[in-house]
C-alpha cells in the first residue's frame, strides 16, 4: 500500500535560478570589475576575447574556424520558459531511440508521479538568484525515492539580457555592430537583445536551422528563420549601442529546440559568405542523450530528450516541434520524500546559461559584428526541506 503526504503551497516547489556551477568547461571570457567583457582587437587576427582563466591571451575563438570570430558564455538577465508538467520517476522514462530521422519511440511515465500539470502551461522568469512558486497550491506525493526527474517545456527559451564590452589595457578603442537595416556603421560597446525592424523577436534554432526555399518559418509561421548569416548588420541577431540605448530596447529572444541532430541547412558556414543552398532532412532528430559525464561540471548527471508535438505525441518534423521532454538522472541527487518533508527546490543553472557570438570579418579584421545568442542546456539540482531542517534546505 502506496503512503502519501500533502507539501501545502506555503512551502511550495520552488523554481530558482542559481549559480552552483564553476566556470571549469564554460567558454566564460575575462571581464573587468564591472563585469563587462574585455576587447583587445587589431589587425592582425580574428580573435579579440580572452579566457577568465587566461585573461591576457586573446584567442577565444568560435567553434574550429579561428576566422568568426570568439564566442563567450554569459549569465542571461533572464531566462523564461513554460513549462506543462514536472514529475518525479521511480524508474527511468528514457526508451531510447533510433537513430534516424523517423524514430517513433517515446518516453515511458508509468513510474512517474506527476507534481505539476498546467494543459495551458506557466511562464516562468528566472533572473540570477530569484525564486519562483510554481505551485498555486499544495501537490500530494507518495513516499519513496525518485533517482529521475521529468519535465514537459515549451521548445521556445527565450532570453532577455544587456552586455557591457570594454577596451582591454593597453588595446585600442572598437565599436560592435549590431542588428541595423540601414547603418552600417552604428553600434556601440552595450550589446542587447531586442526586436527587429518589424517588431518581432530574434529567433536562432539550436540546430542551426537556416532559411531555405519553402522552409522559413517553425510552428506553424509563429517563428521566422533566420537568413544565412553574411557578415552584414541586417543579419545580425542583437543590437549594440550606448547604454540608454540598450536600457530602452530590451527584449526577449528566442533559442527553439527543433531538433536534436546534426545540422540540416547546407552551405552555411564562413566560408560561403551566400545563402544557404539546401536542406538534408535526413539529419532531423527528435531524440538525444548524453551520457554521465558529459560535461565536466557534472560527471553523476545523464540526461535525455523527446521532441513532441503540440499533443504530447513523438515529432516526426522540425517544423511541428513544440515541446521538449527533458529527463535527468542525477546519482548525487536523488530525491527522497519522507513523512518529514515539506517542500522542495527545483534548481536551474542559469549562469553560463547563454553563448554570445561576435563574428570578426575575415577582410576587415577591426570590424567586430553581433552574430547570434543561443540558449545553453539545462541542468537542474534538487533540493528538499523537512520539519527537522526547518527554513534550510538541504
Known amino acids: 500500500m502506496k503512503r502519501f503526504i500533502l507539501l501545502f503551497s506555503i512551502f511550495g516547489i520552488l523554481l530558482t535560478g542559481n549559480s552552483y556551477a564553476d566556470d571549469d568547461d564554460y567558454n566564460i571570457c575575462a571581464t573587468n570589475a564591472n563585469g563587462a567583457i574585455l576587447v583587445e582587437q587589431n589587425n592582425s587576427d580574428h580573435h579579440s576575447f580572452a579566457l577568465a582563466s587566461s585573461p591576457t591571451d586573446f584567442t577565444v575563438v568560435m567553434g574550429d574556424n579561428a576566422n568568426q570570430g570568439g564566442m563567450c558564455e554569459v549569465t542571461p538577465d533572464n531566462y523564461k520558459f513554460t513549462i506543462f508538467k514536472m514529475g ?129 518559418t517553425l510552428r506553424g509561421g509563429t517563428y521566422k528563420l533566420p537568413e544565412h548569416y553574411n557578415g552584414d548588420n541586417a543579419k545580425a541577431k542583437f543590437h549594440c549601442g550606448t547604454e540608454a540605448e540598450a536600457n530602452a530596447a530590451n527584449d526577449f529572444f528566442v533559442t527553439l529546440m527543433n531538433s536534436m541532430g546534426d545540422e540540416m541547412t547546407t552551405g552555411n558556414d564562413g566560408s560561403n559568405p551566400g545563402a544557404a543552398t539546401g536542406r538534408t532532412a535526413a539529419n532531423f532528430r527528435n531524440a538525444s542523450e548524453n551520457s554521465r559525464g558529459f560535461h565536466k561540471q557534472f560527471p553523476t548527471i545523464a540526461q535525455y530528450y523527446y521532441l513532441f508535438n503540440a499533443n504530447d505525441s513523438i515529432a516526426t518534423s522540425p517544423a511541428t516541434v513544440e515541446k521538449i521532454l527533458f529527463i535527468q538522472d542525477d546519482t548525487s541527487n536523488i530525491i527522497n520524500i519522507t513523512e518529514d518533508t515539506t517542500a522542495f527546490k527545483l534548481n536551474f543553472k542559469t549562469n553560463n546559461a547563454v553563448e554570445i557570438g561576435i563574428f570578426e570579418s575575415i577582410t576587415t579584421q577591426t570590424r567586430l559584428q553581433a552574430t547570434e545568442m543561443q540558449a545553453n542546456s539545462i541542468f537542474v539540482n534538487i533540493q528538499t526541506k523537512t520539519r527537522k531542517s526547518g527554513d534550510t534546505f538541504n
Not at 522514462?93 to 534516424?100: C, H, I, L, V, Y
Not at 511562464?123 to 513516499?143: A, C, F, H, Q
Not at 529567433?203 to 522559413?216: C, E, W
Open 88 to 216: 518525479l520517476c521511480k524508474e527511468n522514462p528514457w526508451t531510447g531511440f533510433d537513430d534516424n530521422a523517423n524514430n517513433t519511440k517515446t518516453a515511458d511515465l508509468s513510474t512517474c508521479t506527476d507534481i505539476f500539470d498546467v494543459s495551458a502551461g506557466k511562464e516562468v522568469n528566472l533572473t540570477p538568484g530569484s525564486e519562483v512558486n510554481l505551485l498555486d497550491d499544495g501537490v500530494i506525493l507518495p513516499i519513496g525515492s525518485f533517482p529521475y526527474i521529468y519535465a514537459l517545456l515549451d521548445n521556445a527559451i527565450q532570453v532577455k539580457h544587456i552586455q557591457e564590452f570594454a577596451v582591454a589595457p593597453g588595446a585600442d578603442d572598437f565599436i560592435i555592430n549590431g542588428y541595423d537595416t540601414g547603418d552600417e556603421s552604428s553600434g556601440g560597446k552595450f550589446c542587447y537583445t531586442g526586436l527587429d525592424d518589424n517588431g518581432d523577436k530574434f529567433v536562432m534554432a539550436k540546430s542551426n536551422d537556416r532559411s531555405f526555399g519553402t522552409f522559413t
